[in-house]
């Protein structure tokens, strides 16, 4: 369910209802039906919670299941250590 990706996604960043709210300039009450399953974000809101969260639109409608990080403007250097720190983590 979409909610229970925004949720996920807003608690793996630590950031309350009201404060996701204010990042995509809605009420905290929309935020809550969108995690209860009440209402659907609309095509823009996925846009911006996806921007948002570095996540595809896909990932937020549960058509994929990989996520993405955006590495734009980081040198092979850097690409390489963030891979390394992920394959820590997986081990």
Known sequence: MV???I???RTAYGISQVVLAEKVSV???????????YI???I???IKLA???SVSTDYLLEL????TLDITGLTD???ARIQGVIDDIRN
Do not use: T
């Open 27 to 37: 009420s905290k009450q929309c935020v809550s039906n969108w995690e209860n399953g």
């Open 3 to 5: 909610g229970d990706k």
């Open 44 to 46: 823009d809101m996925l």
């Open 40 to 42: 659907l974000p609309s």
């Open 64 to 67: 994929a299941d990989k996520r």
């Open 7 to 9: 949720k996920e996604l």
């Open 77 to 79: 250097s850097q690409i």
């Open 51 to 53: 921007k948002l969260f």
